[in-house]
């Protein structure tokens, strides 16, 4: 009896871990959909509201779509990878002790102990898939810190004057200061209102009402899109990435089935997330050095 | 696996309602130049002209196109509340939200431009524009009633150090500042742009009318417990597909199905009298079949009959037929 109980309860655990994991992964792929589709809101609201030009939404909508799902599928990678090997001119031949070593300039027909050099060309495709997918990250990374810094930069440095399509027609100052007149028809408005765009907005929207406010908003949004993608990035390329973080010790022992709303589906360490960008970085120049004294 | 509701608005009339308000009163308007008449300000519009239908309606269009946007998103994010409460208790909330936070507002603005507003840089002028009360009010239900799935943490302060040891973690933990969220993140990033997007007059209104959801709930403003709106039974559905509804539609559907037959059976009986009783004149279809037969097995009693008069459309057919 004791016997069959504990059996029991070491299958009720194993079952609950189980489906924690399984509900874990779930919800991480929910997690990343959720933040991706905020990025695209405040993207498409900062268009809207502040009248930013085409190319800035659709350079901001690229990255994002980028940093959502940054990495090709496996086979690709392996593809890629295989395509390299096949141009390579390096052989592996393998020494009656069992070590094998790279001869630069051997042919490939020379291999021998073809089930070890399968998994060593298997070994190999895995490294080259890890490196590729570590120099996708840092591009992204760079890619994505740089495009949204240069636009905060642009915007402190050369804020925009809402009210210049209004040099004809002022509004009063005691009366309702941003309420659209039908009288004002210049550029880029339309009864009052700001209209037109690629995308026929026909609703309108309502000037700021003062340039400070309204640089302030924009400036707002976009250090909102900066966290937004960055959280994104360091969820997408660094902890679900399965490249070189490692998820901290969990502290307490695991008891929850996954259904009562404790699951913890991501730790995020925004330092930590710098800190692997840049020591990758120094990683692959360690790399780069072995590889020509080899 | 996910307890997340289905994607969509399957049996969400409600919701659909919302939404469609929520995006064509603003294009309908501002297409025929009248989004003017759901501006809501207290200096000229209500102390001066007394325009109180301006009170009964600046809820039902957002005069900004991208309030208009996060609107639709977050009652479309709201479908759950309906799945929850059930379409008809669930509109019931809504225009009870939406009179309670609409008095609410106009109560409380009255009372503060009645004493402290007498000051011109104090007075209240600007509202809120669309449906944020509603929203806001119907936040706390949500708050309230949807539970928490999952949290995730982002770790903002704590050691650089790579190591991944358990006294490193034990101390790493005590000094790291880390920020939970839970699943409902989406929900609160739009809320929150919502009021910043509108500035002082939606934090204000949007906290009066968070606070009427909370007596709505709690029973203060009563409504929610013993009354549900009248007349509107016929037009929401009766749920979601279960398989109790499914069963009943499906008998509905064999009843049909047999009031069919039997309709098409007393059709074909009366066809049948029909060719019997009266040959020459002009017949169904159906029965022209028949006639052929008829005119034969008569042809000795009758030598001089000739056929009885066809449309054009029955002889085309006769013709194929044959």
Redesign the interface.
């Known amino acids: 009896m004791d016997n069959f109980e504990s059996t029991a309860e070491g299958n009720l655990s194993i079952g609950n871990k189980r489906v924690y994991e ?3 992964r ?2 991480q792929r ?2 990343v959909n ?2 991706s ?2 990025g695209y ?2 993207i ?2 900062e268009y ?2 502040y009248d930013r030009t085409v190319w800035t939404l659709i350079t901001r909508a690229i990255v994002q779509s980028l940093i959502s799902s940054p990495f090709p599928s496996d086979a690709k990678l392996r593809r890629l990878a295989t395509l390299g090997a096949d141009n390579n001119t390096t052989g592996v031949a393998t020494l009656p002790g069992g070590r094998s070593i790279r001869f630069p300039g051997m042919f490939g027909t020379e291999m021998l102990y073809n089930s070890s050099s399968e998994a060593e060309q298997q070994d190999h495709d895995d490294t080259a898939i890890v490196s590729m997918k570590k120099q996708i990250r840092k591009f992204l990374f760079h890619g994505c810190l740089s495009l949204n810094m240069l636009f905060i930069i642009l915007t402190i440095l050369f804020p925009i004057d809402f009210f210049e399509p209004l040099s004809g027609s002022e509004p009063v100052d005691d ?2 200061k941003n ?2 007149s ?1 009288f004002s028809n210049s550029d880029g408005l339309l ?1 009052g209102e700001r ?1 037109g765009g690629l995308f026929l ?6 000037l700021p ?1 003062s340039n400070f ?1 309204g640089n302030l908003g924009l400036v ?1 949004f976009e250090f909102s899109i900066l966290i937004v993608q960055f ?1 994104l990035f360091s969820l997408t390329c660094v902890v679900l990435a399965d490249l070189d973080f ?1 998820e ?2 969990r ?1 307490e022992p695991v008891n929850s089935d996954g ?1 009562d ?12 997330t710098m ?2 960008i840049l ?1 990758d970085g120094n990683i692959n120049d360690n790399n780069e050095n072995a590889s020509n004294s080899v | ?4 509701p289905p994607v969509g608005l399957t049996a969400m009339p409600v919701t659909k309602l919302a939404m469609i308000t929520t995006l064509v009163v ?2 309908v308007a ?2 025929a ?1 009248y ?2 008449i759901f ?1 809501l ?1 207290y ?2 519009f209500l102390q001066t002209y007394h325009q109180y239908y301006r009170l009964l309606i600046f809820q039902f269009c957002a ?4 309030d ?3 609107l639709a ?1 977050i009652w479309y994010l709201f479908r759950h509340l309906e799945r929850l409460l059930g379409s008809h208790k669930y509109l019931t909330l809504i225009v009870l939200s939406w009179a309670y936070t609409t008095l609410g507002i106009w109560g409380l603005n009255l009372i503060w431009n009645a004493f402290i507003g007498q000051y011109k840089w104090l007075q209240w002028n600007n509202f809120s524009t669309g449906s944020l009360p509603i929203v806001l009010s119907l936040v706390h239900f949500y708050k309230e009633y949807t ?12 050691p ?1 150090g ?1 190591a ?1 040891s ?1 006294n490193d ?2 101390r ?2 005590k000094s790291a500042v ?1 920020w939970k969220i839970n ?1 409902q ?2 929900l609160n ?2 809320i929150l ?1 919502l009021i ?2 509108q ?1 002082f007059a939606g934090i204000l209104c949007g906290f009066i009318s968070w606070m009427c959801g909370i007596f709505i709930d709690k029973g203060l403003l009563p409504g929610l417990d013993h009354w549900r709106i009248p007349f509107v039974s016929y037009f929401i559905s009766q749920g979601p597909p279960t398989r109790a509804n499914v069963a009943i539609a499906a008998n509905a559907a064999t009843n049909t199905a047999a009031a069919r037959a039997t309709v098409e059976a007393a059709t074909a009986a009366t066809g049948n009298g029909n060719t019997g009783n009266s040959g020459p004149t002009s017949l169904p279809l159906r029965g022209s079949s028949t006639t052929p037969t008829n005119t034969s097995s008569a042809g000795d009693d009758e030598p001089g009959a000739d056929e009885p008069a066809r449309p054009l459309g029955v002889q085309f057919l006769d013709t194929f037929r044959r």
């Open positions: 399984l509900r874990k779930n919800f929910n997690l959720n933040l589709f905020l809101v405040l498409s609201l809207i509201k009366g309702p309420t659209p039908p009864l209209r907005q026909m609703i309108g929207e309502r009402k406010s707002m959280t490692e901290p010790e502290l259904y709303g404790s699951v913890i589906v991501a730790r995020i360490p925004l330092n930590k800190n692997a020591n | 696996m996910s307890m997340e603003p294009l501002s297409i130049s989004k003017h501006l300000q200096d000229p005069i900004n196109e991208s208009t946007v996060i998103l539970p928490q799935i999952y949290e995730w943490n982002i770790r903002l302060l704590g650089r790579g991944s358990h973690n034990k790493e933990d880390e699943d993140f989406l990033g739009l742009l910043l997007n500035g």
